[in-house]
């Protein structure tokens, strides 16, 4: 990812800091945050660099749509926390993952749940005529 101002610039701004420019001027001359001039007036005293430091390497956070699949195939009753811990990620990843592969984690399907319904008027029907 490049840097939003070159060293250049950078070192521009940090010697006219040094060179006696309040750090008013600077801010409204070179249109920075005075946040971003005390972070490079920092590192040019620290480390005499004003380049960005390293980024860390980019972990690939997509889960194995496979292993996942497989995993709840095998284990159908873990928790989304379980499944986590499984791949050392969070449940939320989890989750999504599951979504996007269309797997369900509800208990009841609907033609469980609707045959529940039909039984339920069928016992209220059934007590009324007894009385």
Request: with cysteine.
């Amino acid at each position: 990812m490049p840097m939003a101002y070159s060293k250049d610039f950078r070192w521009g701004v940090v010697n006219n800091v040094k060179q006696g420019m309040t750090w008013n001027e600077v801010v409204d001359i070179f249109r920075i945050s005075r946040q971003t001039l005390s972070n490079w007036l920092k590192m040019a005293d620290k480390n005499g660099d004003l380049s960005d430091p390293p980024r860390r390497e980019y972990q690939t956070r997509k889960l194995a749509a496979n292993e996942l699949k497989e995993l709840v195939e095998k284990q159908p009753d873990l928790t989304l926390a379980e499944y986590a811990e499984h791949f050392g990620c969070r449940y939320q990843a989890v989750a999504n993952r599951l979504k996007k592969l269309g797997i369900t984690r509800k208990k009841k399907h609907h033609s469980i749940k609707n045959e529940m319904k039909s039984k339920d008027k069928n016992t209220l029907t059934n007590s009324t005529l007894l009385k």
